[in-house]
Structures are given as structure tokens and as C-alpha cells.
């Protein structure tokens, strides 16, 4: 069964620095690819997503998303980051084989130091 | 905009103790989910469902049951609610073919 590895559990950052969050699924086919965002004390939000086309995806808040389908990878990035972007990210994998539900990392934590 | 509820934010439940966790949405979804939310494991899909009266198991199913008798209504239920149940349940709900999920407030359960 498809599987999804987020590699960092927690990142810890200062203002303006850049990020880069890892997220690799087991095994390709036709996937879908998400990344949803949980703010502190609110509910899980989609940030980004990829369907087909250009595997850059921009989402909201200035992140982007780029899907390399040879390495099975689906990472998340901001050029800069503020600290309101403190939050826990989650990486999601909907493969056409599993119907519609989606599989999910195991989430990272991402702590911006003012 | 996709609106999920969850009946309560808060809940505290003694042990053994018959616990309903009830989810509407508003945008006529086919498929509803119930996940719980735990530090260093992420979601994990409880039970899900395709359509009214329909319902599937999720990678952890045991010691949940789940309703649906109208197609925005999925209601989680813990027939005998313990303390390893303890944990943040979420709700949510898509259209088909995988087009992403829109999730509720959740539900915070504590069991005591």
C-alpha cells in the first residue's frame, strides 16, 4: 500500500531564513499530491496541491511545491519565512488505486524564531 | 466555502462510557472521513464512507463504529470509550476522485 515519509519531525528557524520540507511517497502510478497546514489551536487548511501540469505548484502564503516524479517527492518550500508561518505541515498522497482517501505523512512540526 | 462541523471542541468521558461524535458538511461531498490526531503519528484514518449507508474501515478501526444514514451527516461512535482512545478526532469531507479533503475544527476527547 502506498505509504508517505515526511523526513523532518521538527524544524526550527529564524525569520527570513528559507525552507525546505521533505516528503517522499513509496511507490508511483497516478497520485494526487497535498500539503495541508495546521496553524496552532486551528483546523487542518490545504495549502497546495498537484493534480498534472507544471510540477511547480504555488500555493497560498507564498509557499510552493515542486513533485519530482522520479524521486517520488513531493517537497514543500518558502524563500522566507515569517513567524506566523509556525505551524505543523502534513504531506497527503491520494492514489487512484486506494479510491479516494488520502494517505498522510506523519507531519512536521516548523517552529520560526522571531 | 466547504464548511465541516464537529458537534463539540471539548468532550470528557469516563471510561466505558458510550461516547458519539457527530460531523455534518454543507457541500453535498460524497465521501466523509473520521481520523484521529496524535503527536509523532500524524492522521490516521479511523473509517471513511462513499455514500449514505456505505462505510469502509480505515487503518485503525477497532474499538470505532461509524454512521451514516444522510449524506452529509458521519458520525463516529466508541461503543465502550477507554483511555488509549484519548485523542483529537477530525472530520472531513471530499468530493470524489481524490480532489483533496476539507477538514472540521475537530474534536478534542479526553477519557478519563
Known amino acids: 500500500a502506498q505509504s508517505v515519509s515526511q523526513h523532518n519531525h521538527h524544524v526550527i528557524l529564524s525569520e527570513a531564513a528559507s525552507l525546505e520540507l521533505g516528503c517522499n511517497y513509496s511507490?508511483?502510478?497516478?497520485?494526487?499530491l497535498f500539503w495541508y497546514v495546521q496553524y496552532p489551536g486551528q483546523h487542518l487548511q490545504l495549502l497546495l496541491k498537484?493534480?498534472?501540469?507544471?510540477?511547480l505548484v504555488k500555493g497560498i502564503k507564498g509557499f510552493e511545491a515542486e513533485f519530482i516524479k522520479s524521486k517520488f517527492s513531493f517537497n514543500l518550500r518558502k524563500p522566507s519565512v515569517q513567524w506566523s508561518d509556525t505551524a505543523e505541515y502534513f504531506c497527503?498522497?491520494?492514489?487512484?488505486?486506494?479510491?479516494?482517501?488520502?494517505?498522510f505523512g506523519q507531519g512536521t512540526e516548523l517552529s520560526v524564531k522571531p | 466555502d466547504v464548511k465541516v462541523t464537529q458537534s463539540s471542541r471539548y468532550l470528557v468521558k469516563r471510561t466505558g462510557e458510550k461516547v458519539f461524535l457527530e460531523c455534518v458538511q454543507d457541500?453535498?461531498?460524497?465521501?466523509m472521513f473520521w481520523y484521529r490526531q496524535d503527536p509523532g503519528l500524524g492522521l490516521r484514518l479511523i473509517y471513511f464512507?462513499?455514500?449514505?449507508?456505505?462505510?469502509e474501515k480505515g487503518d485503525i478501526p477497532e474499538g470505532y463504529s461509524v454512521s451514516r444514514e444522510k449524506k452529509e451527516r458521519f458520525s463516529l461512535i466508541l461503543e465502550s470509550a477507554s483511555t488509549n482512545q484519548t485523542s483529537m478526532y477530525l472530520c472531513?469531507?471530499?468530493?470524489?476522485?481524490?480532489?483533496?479533503?476539507?477538514f472540521g475544527p475537530g474534536t478534542r476527547l479526553t477519557v478519563t
Open positions: 472531513a469531507s471530499s468530493p470524489p476522485y481524490g480532489q483533496g479533503e476539507y
Open positions: 511507490y508511483g502510478g497516478t497520485v494526487n
Open positions: 498537484y493534480f498534472s501540469g507544471d510540477p
Open positions: 497527503a498522497v491520494n492514489d487512484y488505486n486506494q479510491g479516494g482517501k488520502l494517505i
Open positions: 457541500m453535498d461531498h460524497e465521501n
Open positions: 464512507s462513499y455514500d449514505v449507508k456505505m462505510k
